[in-house]
């Protein structure tokens, strides 16, 4: 295993050693960290997250044509590329995890146990989740030291000689803190959260769906609602313009039914260097327990 999954792990079994959730969802629990043990141990996750680390910085090399906008298209590169790897993972775990031990009766020992199905499917709901989750802060680090390998060194090279030949050398942390590490330390944070955010949904839905399809369709259902979910702004106002009742109203449904991914993908402002309010997030994260605990919702009943 590689250390930071195994701090994740740590995480989680000292939460299942608390005493106060020992009671109903303790085997919601047990399902979750063996799981993620599992996915701990499964070589196509780290490849996954070798090759999104290697996108995140070798985008560094190509900001030739940005006209000194280096830094904020590393950036918009890096959480684009976060986002798309949290997808990814939600989508392929669940077909590895539930899907294939549905298909060969894995699961039938547990659930003849007393576990019942929405143990099962929560608890692996967890596991997912959790190892997104490990993913994308991993990645988000690697984010981080790029645009600091890219630019800050340049900065600290620079001021700081400035700085010594004025006596104030002291003071150049303050200043590569300041213009440097708090304004793309809280950008690269705020995207890491939508792309969390992102990744329970579509973790939600995985696994959901895994629960009565095989792995093709539950790959294929998951990427269709994800390619809907990032149109369904630009489709609703499409069928707006047609201007015909029938198909307003079922653009209207699709568009509450289907989660819209254009919440979490603000690249625009990450793009420009803009800070997303704290009620945003907060709004974000509500859309993200709505849909995702709906999702489990339907599968569990």
Not at 52 to 67: C, P
Not at 143 to 162: A, Q, V
Not at 164 to 189: D, P, Q
Request: with cysteine; aromatic share 14%; net charge neutral.
């Amino acid at each position: 295993k590689a250390p930071f999954p195994i701090f994740m792990e740590s995480i989680a079994l000292e939460f299942a050693g608390r005493a106060w959730i020992m009671g109903p969802m303790r085997n919601t629990l047990t399902i979750a960290r063996t799981t993620y043990g599992e996915i701990a141990r499964m070589p196509l996750y780290y490849i996954l997250l070798l090759a999104a680390g290697f996108l995140i910085y070798a985008s560094r090399f190509f900001t030739h044509f940005t006209f000194n906008q280096e830094t904020n298209a590393i950036r918009e590169m890096g959480i684009a590329t976060i986002s798309v790897w949290g997808f990814l993972i939600a989508v392929i775990l669940p077909t590895i995890i539930v899907t294939t031990e549905l298909e060969s009766r894995t699961s039938l020992n547990l659930l003849s146990k007393p576990i019942s199905r929405r143990d099962f499917l929560v608890g692996k709901f967890l596991a997912v989740f959790l190892a997104a989750v490990a993913g994308i802060v991993l990645l988000s680090l690697v984010l981080l030291y790029t645009l600091w390998s890219y630019l800050g060194i340049l900065w600290l090279d620079r001021h700081f000689m400035d700085m010594a030949a004025a006596g104030k050398a002291g003071s150049v942390w303050s200043f590569i803190w300041e213009h440097f590490f708090s304004t793309n330390g809280l950008l690269i944070g705020e995207g890491c959260l939508l792309a969390i955010f992102q990744a329970a949904i579509m973790s939600a839905i995985a696994v959901s769906s895994a629960a009565f399809f095989p792995a093709p369709v539950t790959v294929a259902a998951s990427m269709l609602v994800f390619i809907l979910g990032n149109l369904s702004t630009y489709m609703v106002a499409a069928i707006a313009r047609l201007d015909s009742g029938p198909l307003n109203l079922l653009g209207s449904l699709l568009y509450y039914l289907i989660p819209n991914f254009s919440n979490f993908n603000l690249q625009s402002a990450f793009s420009e260097g803009r800070v997303i309010s704290l009620e945003y997030l907060a709004f974000a994260l509500l859309y993200g327990l709505v849909y995702a605990g709906g999702a489990l919702l339907i599968s569990t009943h």
